[in-house]
């Protein structure tokens, strides 16, 4: 008598099909709901729920610039007719291992936003690897902070690099003004994607402090599960 053997259930054979999946889901769910909540904790802070749409440019006129003076690093800034244009006094390249640093950030930049680095533009922003690095640049010569605490905060979110330099450094006085240096940055490395804010996060620090608590506390969850 030929005994009939029945096939194991899918769940059987392979035990940790499913279960292998859910770390990865998890940190996935996480990270969708941290995006979310930054935007929306931006919107709910200052009241600003988009960007206004500006003119386009040359993509590779920060390049060009660039090339003409290894020694300095060009961008785009915004003008008051909603243009940009190359800055053209530029930010100095202080060593190789700073250009290294620069480089680094604008890896961390086109990962999380692959699409814009590939066509130099976010929206009607100039996004490309030299208008990153000098707004890198700026955002630590502007903050009176270090290269390495710069590229932190673009290792949790590089959100700040896709707006006009002076505009990020407008939100962060007004961080200042509204608590004190170390307070601006604790809330900075919680929650990069702050500095979108504007000046009218100056009488919104409590919120934003609260806000930043509530975003770092989730990103730390999501790297658990990763």
Request: aromatic residues 8%; neutral net charge; charged residues 25%.
């Amino acid at each position: 008598m030929v005994k009939m053997m029945t096939a194991a259930p899918a769940s059987a054979s392979f035990p940790h099909s499913r279960q292998s999946r859910k770390p990865r889901a998890s940190a996935a769910a996480v990270a969708a709901l941290v995006a979310a909540w930054s935007v929306f904790s931006v919107a709910f802070v200052t009241g600003i729920t988009s960007v206004r749409p500006l003119g386009r440019t040359n993509r590779f006129a920060a390049e060009s610039a660039a090339e003409s003076d290894s020694g300095m690093c060009f961008g785009h800034c915004l003008q008051p007719d909603g243009t940009w244009q190359i800055d053209k006094e530029g930010v100095p390249v202080q060593s190789e291992e700073e250009e290294a640093m620069a480089t680094k950030a604008w890896e961390l930049f086109s990962k999380q936003f692959p699409a814009a680095s590939e066509r130099g533009m976010y929206m009607d922003t100039p996004v490309t690897e030299q208008d990153i690095k000098y707004r890198w640049r700026k955002m630590r010569d502007n903050f009176g902070l270090t290269s390495t605490q710069v590229l932190g905060v673009m290792e949790k979110d590089s959100m700040p690099m896709v707006v006009d330099a002076e505009f990020v450094r407008s939100t962060w006085d007004a961080m200042v003004k509204g608590s004190s240096k170390e307070e601006a940055t604790e809330v900075l490395m919680k929650h990069p994607g702050i500095l979108v804010s504007g000046p009218n996060i100056e009488n919104n620090m409590a919120q934003a402090k609260l806000t930043s608590t509530i975003i770092g506390g989730m990103r730390d969850v999501g790297r658990m599960f990763r």
